[in-house]
């Protein structure tokens, strides 16, 4: 990938995760990066367009990870799950960086409409991995819970959003382990 563009798209993603789609402009981009605002449209015509490759960029790095971690055999339902709270408690560390995705949910209705698309897929991507997840871990007794794996999947998924939000907001550093606890504790095995 061209250092350029590279540079583009990290700026873009800097500012999506922290001030948001609608505040993300050419010209702060071209001032980060150090160029001239016309060499950021010779790479993506419009904003939606760096948008929409950004979040690619960002979902394909977050599906290889995952799928990467639950295709190791050493690696149990348990690990799995611990490895899938990382990133969140990476942007928990950040004082103002949340997750991209989540980010965007936030300002879901003024998005272009290819974005919102690349925004559901993701979120069902997520749900679809964790309901996997979860299916394999009831399945071979590591994980112990009622519902169907999908809306325990909603829930967590919904959860470690929230708390990121929350964090964002309140500054209260166990925000998110406190969730974090909460989900280890649901799918404990009951003795």
């Known amino acids: 990938m061209n250092e350029t563009r590279k540079k583009i798209l990290d700026e873009a993603q800097d500012l999506m995760q922290t001030r948001g789609y609608a505040e993300m402009t050419f ?3 071209a001032t980060r990066v150090g160029i001239k605002k016309p060499s950021i449209v010779h790479h993506f015509p419009s904003k ?4 929409a490759v950004v979040l690619d960029r960002y979902h394909r790095q977050f599906i290889r990870a995952m799928q990467g971690i639950a295709k190791d055999p050493s690696q149990g339902a348990w690990d799995c799950l611990e490895f899938y709270f990382n990133p969140y408690r990476h942007f928990a560390k950040t004082e103002s960086l949340v997750c991209l995705s989540g980010a965007l949910l936030g300002e ?6 290819d974005l919102q698309k690349l925004c559901k897929e993701f979120y069902g991507w997520h749900q679809n991995w964790l309901s996997e ?11 112990h819970f009622k519902e169907e ?3 325990m999947a909603r829930q967590i ?3 470690l959003q929230g708390a990121l939000l929350i964090y964002r ?10 969730v974090i606890k909460a989900i280890r504790a649901s799918l404990k095995v009951k003795h």
Do not use: H, M, T, Y
């Open 27 to 29: 010209q702060e981009i």
């Open 149 to 151: 794996p999908r809306f």
């Open 48 to 51: 939606a367009e760096l948008a």
């Open 157 to 159: 998924f919904s959860s």
């Open 133 to 143: 997840l979860l299916r394999q871990g009831r399945n071979s007794r590591q994980f």
């Open 169 to 178: 907001a309140s500054k209260e550093a166990d925000q998110l382990e406190d």
């Open 108 to 113: 879901f209705q003024i998005l272009p409409l």
